[in-house]
């Protein structure tokens, strides 16, 4: 079992994605996450109700969602940024 800090994205159908970086056998950069569309909406509408999650939502969005805290908590750093980009 890896420790919680090592987890590998989800690919669409919520298995893990593999690539070149896993046979290379070197640590480094987490594979880009290929969230969803049913993922992307639920995000996008807990977006539209609020910009910022607190831990509880945030733990229960991921249970929901079977995504990482930290995937979610990612995903609104980035959203918010593209808000203030549009902005």
């Known amino acids: 079992e890896r420790p919680s800090g090592a987890e590998q994205p989800l690919s669409e159908e919520g298995r893990e994605c593999s690539g070149p970086e896993e ?3 070197r640590g480094g ?3 880009r996450t290929a969230f969803s569309a049913e ?3 639920t995000l996008e ?12 939502e ?3 969005l991921a249970g929901r969602m ?9 995903w609104f750093q980035n959203r918010r940024m ?3 980009r549009q902005l």
């Open 82 to 84: 593209k808000l203030k």
């Open 66 to 74: 079977r995504l990482s805290e930290v995937q979610i908590k990612t």
């Open 45 to 56: 509408s807990s977006f539209q109700r609020q910009q910022y999650l607190g831990a509880a």
């Open 29 to 31: 950069r987490r594979l």
């Open 39 to 41: 993922q992307i909406s």
């Open 23 to 25: 046979s290379g056998g």
């Open 58 to 60: 945030r733990r229960q």
